[in-house]
């Protein structure tokens, strides 16, 4: 064999091994899914006896929740003071941290605000439902601290979870913080929906 033919066929056989290994990188694997993605919606409901605390009325989503909290508590009213709403994919993890405005403050005032969720994942619980858990759950405040000489100073106030379960599309309450007024709770409800797109 001469020369010439044995590049020619070297060469040959090197592009027909070049493509072959270059189409079966190309194919995407065939048993990989995109995990369902969920909207987490986070509610502090603020309870207390202040008869003229009618503002930010409780939204209807809410109202068996509130039917609950009655029945444990003795409060005449409830205001939704924040929601949150951030999205998640199955078995992820979400962080939040933000700024705001304690209410009635007649100065602006912040609260930093963070929470966290820890590997939400969708499993059925023991009667077959469609059910969340939650690894770790933890919210928390920075809350001001007014001194008798006019200087703020900040504490830290939380709630932390190591499991938690609850039911999709179902408002649940998980906790409940104090909060710098007397005779004032407030309440952490916590939803988790599919998302439809």
Do not use: H
Not at 54 to 63: G, M, Y
Not at 133 to 154: A, C, D, H, L, M
Request: overall charge positive; proline content about 6%.
């Amino acid at each position: 064999m001469n020369k010439p033919k044995i590049i020619f066929s070297v060469v040959a056989l090197f592009l027909v091994c070049l493509l072959n290994s270059t189409t079966s990188f190309a194919q995407a694997p065939t048993n990989q899914q995109t995990q369902p993605s969920y909207e987490v919606v986070l509610q502090v409901l603020t309870a207390s006896n202040n008869a003229g605390d009618k503002s930010n009325a409780v939204p209807q989503t809410l109202s068996n929740a509130v039917k609950k909290l009655k029945t444990n508590y003795t409060f005449s009213n409830y205001r939704l003071s924040l929601t949150y709403l951030q999205r998640v994919a199955n078995t992820g993890n979400l962080e939040f941290k933000g700024v705001s405005n304690e209410p009635n403050q007649d100065v602006y005032v912040p609260i930093f605000s963070d929470w966290t969720i820890g590997q939400l994942m969708n499993l059925p619980d023991a009667k077959g439902q469609n059910s969340i858990s939650i690894q770790n759950f933890r919210f928390g405040q920075r809350v001001p601290v007014k001194t008798t000489s006019n200087t703020v100073n900040y504490e830290y106030a939380g709630l932390t979870m190591g499991r938690l379960n609850l039911l999709v599309n179902t408002p649940t309450v998980i906790g409940n913080l104090s909060t710098s007024k007397p005779d004032e709770v407030m309440f952490l409800i916590l939803t988790v929906k599919p998302t439809q797109e």
